[in-house]
């Protein structure tokens, strides 16, 4: 079946913009995580969603940084008055995981590569 | 928090070869360890993974392993060919509430020489 799908696939935004980045998950996962990738590094947790309910945002940076899944399918990251130190790989991940049913795997979507110049 | 370390940063192996990359982990309550692979310009692809009740697992030609004591994991690949060449992820996690936030280390470049 379709793999967790992301667009834009590529950004590129002037400081200060705001951006939306979108995610689509695996159909039938209701958990979704955001992840931040610098260059070189592993990926870095943001926030995570069970079904349309935000349940852990520890991992974001400040307040310009929010997502949302409104209808529990599918989310936006969006970062708002961009800064430089923004630019890197934004990927989500979803996973079939409910309080009720125990699934660990997260898989990966391609990814937004955001730069902002 | 969490804090996972992973060594070496770059492995290079001839073909046939066996690879071993290891990743240490802090948070004695992590319990699920899994391995990515990132082959350049793509999606970290989850190749295999451990839960914290067994101590090894083995698929094909890759292997886990698990010391819960010393907070340590190690991935496993025998014969290698070409296409094993990419950089590793190791991750842990601590799942909980029906969810897990994996922390990643830092990557290991793996180089397999035909």
């Known amino acids: 079946g379709a793999g967790v799908s992301q667009s834009p696939r590529y950004k590129v935004t002037k400081r200060g913009q705001d951006v939306a980045l979108r995610c689509d998950p695996i159909?039938?996962?209701?958990?979704l995580y955001w992840y931040r990738q610098a260059l070189g590094q592993g990926p870095e947790f943001l926030t995570y969603?069970?079904?349309?309910?935000?349940?852990?945002k520890s991992g974001l940076p400040n307040d310009r940084f929010s997502a949302e899944r409104p209808e529990g399918s599918i989310s936006t990251l969006t970062i708002q008055r961009t800064e430089q130190r923004d630019s890197a790989m934004y990927r989500c991940?979803?996973?079939?995981?409910?309080?009720?049913?125990?699934?660990?795997?997260?898989?990966f979507g391609p990814g937004t590569r955001l730069t902002v110049t | 928090g969490e804090n996972v370390e992973q060594h070496p940063s770059t492995l290079s192996v001839q073909e046939g070869d066996s690879a071993v990359i290891k990743c240490t982990y802090s948070?004695?309550?992590?319990?699920?360890f899994p391995w990515y692979k990132q082959e350049l310009g793509k999606r970290p692809q989850l190749i295999i993974d451990i839960r914290s009740n067994v101590g090894e697992k083995k698929d094909q030609r890759i292997a886990v392993t698990l010391n819960k004591t010393a907070k340590h994991f190690s991935l496993h690949i025998t014969e290698t060919q070409p296409e094993d060449s990419a950089v590793y992820f190791c991750a842990a996690s601590r799942y909980r509430s029906g969810y897990s936030t994996l922390t990643f280390g830092k990557g290991t470049m793996l180089l397999v020489s035909p």
């Open positions: 948070d004695s309550a992590s319990n699920y």
């Open positions: 991940a979803s996973s079939l995981a409910t309080g009720s049913r125990p699934s660990y795997e997260q898989y």
């Open positions: 159909s039938g996962h209701v958990s």
């Open positions: 969603f069970n079904y349309e309910a935000q349940q852990d």
